[in-house]
């Protein structure tokens, strides 16, 4: 007996960008219904490394991070829960002056969004941070950049979206999607549901591109997968999370006492699952013990790696469709949605509603690979991130 | 083929593979986590320690000698790495990390025999973390390798045929064993008897060991449910319940357990298909009658696919070799073949004899009480793991694991991961099955990330 039902919005995808719109939907009193294949949130929204840093994106993005910034700060209200969420500082490492000199640029540019950013160097920053190794010369400190645990958080949009009044249907896979002129329909044989709804959000993250070039939006997503480890706790040393100029690698010391740790790539197992690449280890153990000599003793308990949605400038597809009225594409946030998925989630709820929003979101365009010829993806997609 | 095979781990079932293996001209690495070879059941002591083999062994003594000897006569024909921990695999590539030398090497392999073996499965108890309370497999160790007691009055708490031969090993070194305390009935054992009959060599020692534990006035009690390991410091007591009322005993030390359970961490790297196997209570990598899994050229011998005891590993280990080297095209008796799978599809009617002797405590989620440490490591307790059902809705051991940190630790759920899905099977009101399993991430145990800085670029 298959179950049918009609409401203002359904969202596809049950991560941190869909749940957070779900939300924020049902604040504003739409009926929502959310479909999600697995769990909400076990998947990069789930597994990611945790860092919240609005330090070192692109430009263009930091009106969404400052938007976020906002809403990781009412997070107990919004959620019931911390989530860990604590704003411990953001790091970024220079390893030489030409590294320097490019946060020093960073900070210039950035200068209009007030992310606060300081450039400690020298003995002021062994006074501060004892405990990084000789390798880092100095680098640009976020204060109130931070880090929390996604295995809580994401679900925690999720549960809240549920207490709020959405319909959430988890192991709900999508079959099959349509339009019928006024309606979106959308099937899950698995579940046994059909829902209908005007307005159709495609949050479905690195599995978001076959539903998008259905509805005339066909765009270059690529999945990549990143490498990550956590140590055995540690009495506390570190109060920073950290990244480094250039890439490399990124860590952050938990309450437990683990240092989470994350850079090179991972490799894919099947559609939804990947593993970390043998070479990404080695790259770790050396770096991060260069960086933080505490971690020389340290033992890696476990290793893990995740499916992200990836295009080729590394910016998300954020907006509505240019084909499909009612359709909205939220995904691709080249794995480094964490921070902003609330933010997106937001913007999402205010196009569903309205039609437009508040925060600038033209470079998220999806059709802005119809204007650049198409480039082939670099070679190594999760390689540069920083987290 | 231009890469050897490898065989990792050197119990009975890795010894008779390579055993096999070099029977026929090709010449294996055989990787053991261990010092010596012979696994957990037949592990040998230090050099230096004369102890005879009767007295490490028991009855089991021929057979370890056996094994002991085809290992030493194999020892040069084999690419034997002792003291190495196969922490991860990538491809065709182990990463393996030797303890002596505190290198981490990278090792290629043309086919791959997994035969990792068992540890204890855990049931937690309160006071179970305390000191002097040590698993069955544990306290073996202790004696054999050790060559010491885990105390001197010593209670045996758990089910299982170990639960007897620990027991028994115990008392003829000469500690004082206080009680065997058995959470099956002697009722199932009577029930269980026509089935185990078949193999009725080793239902009679298990039957002497009983009856020489109770000659030699060590109280055996049946259908017990341990309630608590008490002590301050250490163990000084234990407490059951007899059916009608508690009961305490005190003592200095504890071992406990209920059966084996497999290591499955590599086959689970490998991307080993797995099932769940109603018999061992388990999710197992899945094998076909001649060992093969449902990764090309890799096999599965031994207690790591599924607990059958040690005479079994012996078996699959050289069925599985048979199958190794007819996949790389060497020819192979077939009808010895033909013989060790019957001798192995025979031993499943025996196996489930013992699965009544000994059942599976299935009420034990159900009693156990809400501050008991489930996970040791994280320190997460039966009440967390309820709790987090309650809040979340979690109904899922990978989900649990994610909002509770249970199995997150140092043992990556290697000894908590039964106890965890029994509480979020009982509390979701789910057959265990239902509840799915852990799933493997290297390194399979943890690795000191200086060493890999130390090994980088090494190759065997």
Redesign the interface.
């Known amino acids: 007996m298959t179950q049918r039902i009609d409401c203002d919005v359904a969202i596809v995808g049950g991560g941190i960008v869909g749940a957070s719109a779900a939300l924020a939907l049902r604040r504003m009193g739409q009926q929502v219904v959310l479909l999600e294949r697995d ?1 909400c949130g ?1 998947r990069s929204s ?1 597994v990611n490394f945790g860092g919240v840093r609005r330090q070192g994106r692109p430009l263009s993005q930091l009106p969404l991070a400052q938007r976020a910034h906002r809403i990781w700060g009412e997070l107990p209200a919004l959620l019931g829960t911390d989530g860990e969420y604590v704003r411990s500082g953001h790091f970024k490492i220079a390893r030489s002056e030409a590294d320097l000199a490019a946060l020093e640029r960073y900070r210039e540019l950035s200068r209009d969004f007030d992310l606060g950013l300081d450039m400690i160097t020298g003995a002021a920053l062994r006074a501060r941070a004892g405990w990084l190794g000789a390798k880092a010369l100095g680098g640009s400190f976020c204060p109130e950049d931070g880090q929390a645990n996604p ?2 958080v994401s ?1 925690a949009f999720a ?1 809240a979206a549920e207490r709020a009044g959405a319909q959430v249907f988890e192991r709900t896979p999508l079959d099959e999607a349509e339009h019928d002129g006024q309606r979106f329909l959308l099937r899950s044989t698995a579940a046994a549901l059909e829902v209908r709804a005007p307005v159709l959000l495609n949050c479905a993250g690195a599995w978001a591109g076959p539903l998008a070039a259905q509805f005339g939006d066909a765009v270059p997503l690529r999945s990549g997968h990143p490498a990550m480890a956590v ?2 706790p540690l009495p506390a040393f570190m109060d920073w999370s950290l990244g480094v100029e250039g890439g490399g690698i990124y860590c952050r010391q938990v309450a ?1 006492g683990n240092v989470v740790m994350g850079g090179g790539a991972g ?1 894919e ?1 099947d559609e939804v699952r990947a ?4 070479g990404a ?2 790259g ?3 770096q ?2 260069e960086l933080l000599p505490a ?10 790696s995740g499916t992200e949605g990836y295009l080729p400038d590394r910016q998300p597809v954020l907006g509505p469709s240019r084909s499909m009225p009612g359709l909205f594409h939220g995904f691709g946030f080249a794995g480094a949605g964490f921070q902003i998925g609330p933010a997106a989630g937001e913007v999402l709820a205010e196009l569903a509603c309205h039609g437009r929003t508040v925060t600038p979101i033209d470079a998220f365009a999806a059709d802005r690979f119809d204007r650049a010829a198409a480039s082939p993806p670099p070679a190594s997609l999760a390689t540069s991130v920083t987290h | 083929m231009t890469n050897a095979p490898v065989i990792v781990g050197a119990g009975p079932a890795g010894v008779r593979a390579a055993e096999a293996l070099v029977a026929h001209g090709v010449r294996p690495m055989l990787i053991d986590e261990a010092a010596r070879a012979g696994g957990q059941i037949y592990r040998r002591q230090p050099p230096q320690f004369g102890r005879s083999s009767r007295t490490l062994y028991g009855f089991e003594a021929g057979r370890a000698a056996a094994l002991h000897q085809s290992f030493d006569a194999l020892r040069a024909h084999v690419d034997y790495r002792p003291d190495s921990l196969v922490w991860n695999v990538q491809g065709d590539q182990l990463d393996v990390l030797h303890g002596p030398s505190q290198r981490t090497q990278r090792v290629a392999f043309s086919q791959l025999i997994v035969a990792t073996g068992a540890t204890d499965r855990v049931l937690p108890v309160p006071g179970w973390t305390l000191p002097g309370v040590y698993t069955l497999g544990g306290a073996q160790v202790a004696l054999k390798f050790q060559g010491c007691a885990i105390g001197q009055r010593v209670v045996f708490m758990g089910t299982g045929p170990l639960l007897y031969l620990v027991a028994y090993q115990y008392a003829k070194a000469g500690a004082r064993v206080v009680a065997v305390l058995d959470t099956a009935r002697f009722a199932d054992q009577v029930a269980a008897l026509p089935a185990m009959s078949t193999q009725p060599a080793v239902l009679l020692k298990g039957m002497y060991y009983v009856g020489w534990l109770r000659a030699h006035g060590v109280a055996i009690q049946g259908g017990v449910r341990p309630v608590r390991v008490s002590g301050d410091e250490r163990v000084s007591g234990v407490a059951w319940h007899d059916g009608t009322r508690e009961r305490t005993l005190d003592c200095d030390a504890v071992g406990f357990g209920y059966a084996l359970r497999s290591e499955t961490q590599l086959a689970d790297l490998l991307g080993c298909r797995f099932a769940y196997a109603p018999a061992h209570r388990a999710h197992l990598p899945e094998h076909d009658a001649a060992r093969r899994s449902s990764v090309p050229d890799v096999y599965l011998a031994g207690d790591g696919a599924g607990i059958m005891g040690a005479d079994a590993a012996e078996w699959a280990g050289e069925r599985a070799a048979l199958a190794l080297l007819a996949d790389r095209g060497v020819a192979v008796d077939a009808s010895r073949a033909q013989a060790l799978e019957h001798k192995l599809a025979r031993l499943t009617g025996f196996r489930s004899g013992l699965d009544r002797a000994f059942p599976f405590p299935e009420d034990w989620a159900g009693h156990a009480p809400d501050e008991l440490v489930i996970c040791r490591c994280e320190n997460v307790t039966a009440g967390t793991l309820r709790q987090t059902v309650r809040e979340s809705g979690a109904d899922e051991m990978n989900r649990l694991k994610a909002l509770c940190r249970v199995g997150m630790g140092r043992c990556q759920g290697r000894m908590c991961g039964v106890a965890a899905a029994e509480v979020l099977a009982h509390c979701t009101g789910q057959p265990v099955q239902n509840v799915g399993r852990l799933r493997g991430q290297a390194p399979i145990k943890p690795i000191p990330m200086q060493l890999i800085v130390a090994s980088e670029g090494a190759t065997p």
Do not use: F, K, M, N
């Open positions: 769990l076990s789930g295995r809580l679900p549960r140590t055995e437990r490799y197992i593993r970390v690449e043998r280890i080695d770790w153990c050396r991060a013990i971690l020389r003793h340290a033992h890696i308990l476990r290793t893990w």
